[in-house]
């Protein structure tokens, strides 16, 4: 099925079910009846059973931005499209189950694939969502590409408001990705030797995010050799509909963290209440720990271990829920070297969107 107007191709495996189509790398091992092919429009696809799309190289998260890895046969390397709203990501199937394994981080990419993201041409993917059911092919957008920077990559997000629940009344709405800084919707500010930007072990998978979420800042601090980390999340409640209240937020986001652990404790119950900016929050301290096996084929395989305490703090402003958290690896010492980066959340200010 193409989509009336664009050059978007959704393709039913034996099952019926449909899988949007990233580049014709992903027909790999795959049989198309091309000559079935028919011209739909948006509504009618949306009225099928769609599966996860079937994507060469995935789709890349560089900050905000998330961006089609898109890898003809034809090329010797691949092209990062801009996709251009999360309403087109979900049209594209990608879901909260699917997420992990779909969507990259640019140091998991680059480790995946063995290419430097910054090497490659960008562009912009036409959009999907936003098209109406009958869109006339002059009107809508090419895909253009280039060898410079995209923009800034902002995107828009616009959705009902929930009106029982304060916190997220139009008031207090977000139209768009949030930002953290001296101009943004939070300030948060830095302490005492905390410096932008973490050195986490790589093979931890528990620092990727939950469906639809951006990582707003990271901190490291350095002390007598132990490093601690610090970063503040933003989750879009707009596509996270199950989650209305701090504790539905704790209960996703710590069930995502603890996934994989060996243990995991603290998830079931906040350590206590609190406010950022005047909004209710939840703090919970928990303590995970991870085991494997590392080595190589013919030497001695070591069991490596990871045992992480972090303290969580969760908020939900607007349409937007928030997690600030503090993590690091030496539990004698966390405690200690935490409260002056805990001072800073007790003054943190959220803001309404201007």
Not at 77 to 92: G, K, Y
Not at 154 to 169: E, G, H, K, L
């Amino acid at each position: 099925m193409v989509l009336r107007g664009t050059a978007h191709i959704w393709v039913a495996d034996d099952d019926g079910v449909l899988h949007w189509v990233g580049d014709t790398r992903a027909f790999a091992g795959k049989r198309v009846d091309w000559d079935a092919k028919r011209e739909v429009t948006r509504e009618e696809i949306t009225q099928y059973r769609r599966g996860g799309p079937w994507l060469s190289s995935g789709l890349l998260k560089l900050a905000d931005p998330i961006y089609l890895v898109k890898w003809e046969t034809s090329e010797t390397s691949p092209t990062l499209l801009h996709i251009q709203s999360i309403a087109d990501v979900e049209l594209f199937g990608i879901s909260g189950d699917n997420w992990g394994a779909l969507v990259y981080d640019q140091a998991l990419w680059e480790r995946r694939f063995g290419i430097s993201a910054a090497s490659l041409a960008r562009g912009i993917l036409a959009p999907v969502a936003s098209l109406g059911a009958s869109p006339s092919p002059a009107t809508t957008p090419p895909v253009v590409v280039s060898n410079s920077a995209p923009g800034s990559g902002t995107v828009t997000t616009v959705a009902t408001t929930t009106p029982t629940i304060d916190v997220r009344s139009e008031t207090y709405r977000l139209n768009r990705t949030p930002r953290l800084g001296p101009d943004g919707d939070i300030t948060l500010g830095t302490g005492a030797s905390w410096t932008e930007g973490t050195g986490i072990n790589s093979k931890d998978h528990r620092f990727d995010t939950i469906y639809s979420s951006h990582v707003l800042h990271e901190w490291t601090v350095v002390s007598g050799g132990d490093p601690i980390f610090a970063r503040v999340v933003a989750t879009n409640l707009d596509y996270n509909k199950e989650v209305v209240t701090t504790t539905d937020l704790a209960r996703k986001v710590l069930s995502f963290y603890c996934t994989g652990s060996t243990t995991c404790t603290g998830t079931d119950a906040p350590s206590g209440t609190t406010t950022i900016g005047g909004f209710p929050a939840l703090r919970y301290d928990t303590r995970t720990r991870i085991e494997y096996w590392d080595g190589c084929s013919g030497c001695t395989q070591t069991l490596v271990q990871h045992e992480w305490v972090a303290i969580h703090l969760f908020v939900i402003r607007g349409n937007w829920g928030y997690e600030i958290r503090v993590f690091g690896e030496y539990p004698a010492t966390f405690l200690t070297k935490v409260q002056d980066f805990l001072t800073m959340v007790a003054k943190t200010e959220l803001r309404t969107n201007p």
